[in-house]
């Protein structure tokens, strides 16, 4: 599903060039639940904004899906992840003027009817347990119920991949645990590749592989021992 080779990303600062990524190889099979683990400022937002596409690389071949990323220009990129990518961003990232349901209609690329769209929609909301919750705006819910609207706009495209930047950042440990819970279910079948980067090792310890950024960065080298 994804196949990274020596990909290397830096930034500039300043007109110096600081180095973020440089990842020699990873892979991740299609249908595995991945958490990656490191302190913040350590790449990690970084490495799923260039899986996505959002970000290029700036050396190496990145392979999502068989498709070569390194290789598309912008556009292309932003295509593929409109299709088969399920992001979700760190704090949610919804359209304030939206409704929760609005929020997630603009994203369906997939060809229905309108009657079997609006079914798909609201089996969306009634999975996460938003059925009366899908005429709000975002400033009208609560940040957990944020998160599940942002759940369901990452996964209603049927992606074969699934990015969560600390899908429980900013919230309580009960609802970070539910929260936990929910995207662990909806992305349990084999079809969906999920990959989630978090400080939080409770919610780490809860995927069946999990790795520290540093064992797949040279750039920063592994200075601590992981404790799960
Ligand atoms: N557009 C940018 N320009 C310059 N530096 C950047 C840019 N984006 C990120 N960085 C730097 O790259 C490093 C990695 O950032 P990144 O957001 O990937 O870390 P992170 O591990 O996700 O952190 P956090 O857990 O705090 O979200 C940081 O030092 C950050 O300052």
Known sequence: MLQINDVKKQFKVSGKNIPILNIPQWHVAKGEKVAIIGPSGS????????????????????????????????????????ARIGYILQDFHLIPSLTARQNVEIVITLKKSKTELRLMVDEWFEKVGLQDRMNHLPSQLSRGQQQRVAMVRALINQPLLVLADEPTGSLDWETADEITGLLMD???????????????????????????????????????????
């Not at 959002?54 to 295509?79: C, F, M, N, W």
């Not at 780490?204 to 790795?211: E, V």
């Open 43 to 82: 790449g990690k937002s970084t490495l799923l904004h260039i899986i996505s596409g959002i970000l290029s690389t700036d050396h190496g071949e990145l392979y999502v899906d068989q498709q070569p990323l390194h290789l598309l220009k912008e556009a292309a990129r932003d295509e593929f992840r409109g």
């Open 186 to 228: 909806l992305c349990a079948s084999d079809k969906h590749t999920l990959i989630v980067v978090t400080h939080d090792l409770n919610l780490a310890k809860r995927f069946p592989r999990c790795q520290h950024i540093h064992e797949l960065n040279l750039v920063h080298p592994l200075k601590e021992k992981v404790m799960l």
